[in-house]
T-cell receptor, first 117, second 113 residues
Framework: DAGVTQSPTHLIKTRGQHVTLRCSPI?????VSWYQQVLGQGPQFIFQ???????GRGNFPDRFSARQFPNYSSELNVNALLLGDSALYLC????????????????FGAGTRLSVL | DAKTTQPPSMDCAEGRAANLPCNHS???????VYWYRQIHSQGPQYIIH?????ETNEMASLIITEDRKSSTLILPHATLRDTAVYYC??????????????WGAGTKLIIKP
């Protein structure tokens, strides 16, 4: 079975540009979460979606936005890119949205590495 | 929100058990402890999680102290492929916090031949 897939795998942009990252969850998974991971640090939560509705937002500026589509895939958009946005962007999916139990385990994709020059 | 403390790095000999400690002294009664690992900037891989009781699966065992203020992840027979950064995470359970995973800096585990 296919895991969480993210595209593209690598991306190079310049300051001020816009970027769209894509995520396809594991088949049947209704929840998608986005994380940013800067080199040497643990992932930081950006957004969480469940059944196409935003259910959580981390401490990120309004330049970051996301959406989830009827097929549960998701996009993360970042406007007006800054050098500090360079990071590995991770997408995770889970069957349901909750705290414990096997249905709420988040499974991660390989990530999109974004470099802003 | 509960936070975790882990040693920044650890070594373990191949074939031996790797015991990775985690302190989560401010954990609330309904917050779960999750363990993930990340191999060389790939996506994090789920290992195991628990609430109060010790847990075991095909990858590892999780030992949670009775007061829930600390836990230990045990890889019973470490191999070179277990070299990775291991994250101990507390999962916030409230709908307000939207079931986030709160990540620390993790422990870099190096398995030596």
């Amino acid at each position: 079975d296919a895991g969480v897939t993210q595209s593209p795998t690598h991306l190079i942009k310049t300051r001020g540009q816009h970027v769209t990252l894509r995520c396809s969850p594991i088949s049947g998974h209704k929840s998608v979460s986005w994380y940013q991971q800067v080199l040497g640090q643990g992932p930081q939560f950006i957004f969480q979606y469940y059944e196409k509705e935003e259910r959580g937002r981390g401490n990120f500026p309004d330049r970051f936005s996301a959406r989830q589509f009827p097929n549960y895939s998701s996009e993360l958009n970042v406007n007006a890119l800054l050098l500090g946005d360079s990071a590995l962007y991770l997408c995770a999916s889970s069957l349901e949205l909750g705290a414990g139990g096997v249905y709420n385990i988040q499974y991660f994709g390989a990530g999109t590495r974004l470099s802003v020059l | 929100d509960a936070k975790t403390t882990q040693p920044p790095s650890m070594d373990c000999a191949e074939g031996r058990a790797a015991n990775l400690p985690c302190n989560h002294s401010t954990i609330s009664g309904n917050e779960y402890v999750y363990w993930y690992r990340q191999i060389h900037s790939q996506g994090p891989q789920y290992i195991i999680h628990g609430l109060k009781n010790n847990e075991t699966n095909e990858m590892a065992s999780l030992i949670i102290t009775e007061d829930r203020k600390s836990s230990t992840l045990i890889l019973p027979h470490a191999t070179l492929r277990d070299t990775a950064v291991y994250y101990c995470i507390v999962r916030v359970v409230s709908r307000v916090s939207n079931y986030q995973l709160i990540w620390g800096a993790g422990t870099k585990l190096i398995i030596k031949p």
